[in-house]
């Protein structure tokens, strides 16, 4: 059989990993696949160094627009990241009838509707499971492995860079920056890394995972996202005295009056399977109507684990190349016909427990005003501790029942309106996934 002819856009840290497993691998992947998968040609900016990986037999150019359209070429793989010039190569790929793999999460996130609605005229494919949590093949669990299922709620840890970050800053006391240079080097984070830091690489995610698990079209726009630069190394050590982790956690939730759809640092119990989920690992917890709980577990960034979900997409490009465009999977697991607009919660509507940290006037009389705005609202309180703060002043942290996000709110409002309260207070939710 003629090989898969693939041109490859990108050749960094991701493009290099497929290079290189590609190499690595082919034969393996050949008695897979039914067919070798043949890299034609590469598209990078700076061609003399993507020379010196490929060697002198690959084409190298340094406008990607020519890959696009060559009749040489079967598969585009885009991996240079970005949505302007990678939507355009995406788009034309489609319009000239080549199956598209793509790792871009960002860009999937934003322009997915319009470039899914585009394959879908053309009748090509559009893969992107290294989207999603690196090398963990958790789009093709969701949308194959559990489709039997009613998909309650998703919960996962899918930014390896803050991952990473939280686990050096708890384990080893590491200050924020150092761990950051670190994941930098280590090539798990975006070419711009507030997109980590500020949980927007998690939003863009979670916005897939979300239509994947209820068949709502792809609305990055609709994500509640707070990332972990704000987050105080005190909160870390003061969740581990109430035995919780904080994690980034992306959840989206069924509800009956709509869909929860967020991304924030979170406390989970420390004896949870996703609290004990250390460095770049990713984790993706699943509750389904008939599986029960599932977790998917692996190496969510870097070159080789990303790789790994590039090339299985090329496999399955391969194998279902000469499928009916009607019989192949679903992009997005359900039908495009059967993809309903179900309504996003505000986040005053999302119910959860919180973590409440605020620093008082050391004096009698404090503790029962604050207990009595937080009954006044209707919020029951779970634990809480007092830590003092020099001679006069106290830190006063509350774990309270869970309850709707909206209360909370209104009586943070009221307490920090309080005279005796001397900070800001930090408000962190909790999920016990029980
Ligand atoms: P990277 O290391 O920065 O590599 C980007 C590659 O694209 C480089 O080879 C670059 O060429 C090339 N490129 C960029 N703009 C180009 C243009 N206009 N024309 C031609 N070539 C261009 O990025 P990466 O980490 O591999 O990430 C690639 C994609 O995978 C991104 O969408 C990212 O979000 C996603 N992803 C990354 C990871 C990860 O762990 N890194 C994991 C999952 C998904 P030059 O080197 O010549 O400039
Ligand atoms: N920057 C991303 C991360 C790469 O840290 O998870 C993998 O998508």
Known sequence: MKPVRIGLLGLGVVGGGVWTVLA??????????????????????????????????????????????????????????????ARACILQAIEHGKHVVTANKALLAVHGNEIFAAAQARGVMVAFEAAVAGGIPIIKAIREGLTANRIQWVAGIINGTTNFILSEMRQRGLPFETVLAEAQRLGYAEADPTFDIEGVDAAHKLTLLASLAFGIPVQFDKVTTEGISHLASEDIVHAERLGYRIKLLGITRRRPDGIELRVHP???????????VEGAMNAVLIRGDAVGLSMYYGQGAGALPTASAVVADLVDVARLQMADPEHQ?????????????????????????????????????????????????????????????GDQQADIIFLTHETREGDVDAALQVMQKQSFVRSDVTRLRVENFS
């Open 24 to 85: 690595q691998n082919g034969s393996e992947i050949a008695r897979r696949a039914g067919r070798s998968i043949e890299v034609t040609a590469v598209a990078v900016r700076d061609v003399a160094k993507a020379r010196a990986l490929v060697g002198p037999d690959v084409r190298i150019v340094s406008n990607a627009l020519e890959l696009v359209s060559d009749p040489d070429i079967d598969v585009v793989v885009e991996l240079m990241g970005g949505d302007t010039f």
């Open 266 to 276: 979170t406390l989970v119990p420390a004896d949870c399977l996703l609290a004990n």
């Open 329 to 389: 999977v679903p992009y997005l697991a359900f039908q495009p016909e059967a993809v309903v607009d179900i309504p996003v919660l505000p986040m005053a509507e999302v119910h959860s427990s919180f973590y409440l940290r605020l620093r008082v006037d050391d004096v009698p009389g404090v503790l029962a005003d604050l207990a009595r705005i937080l009954s006044g609202a209707g919020i029951s309180v779970g634990s809480m501790f007092q830590q003092p703060h």
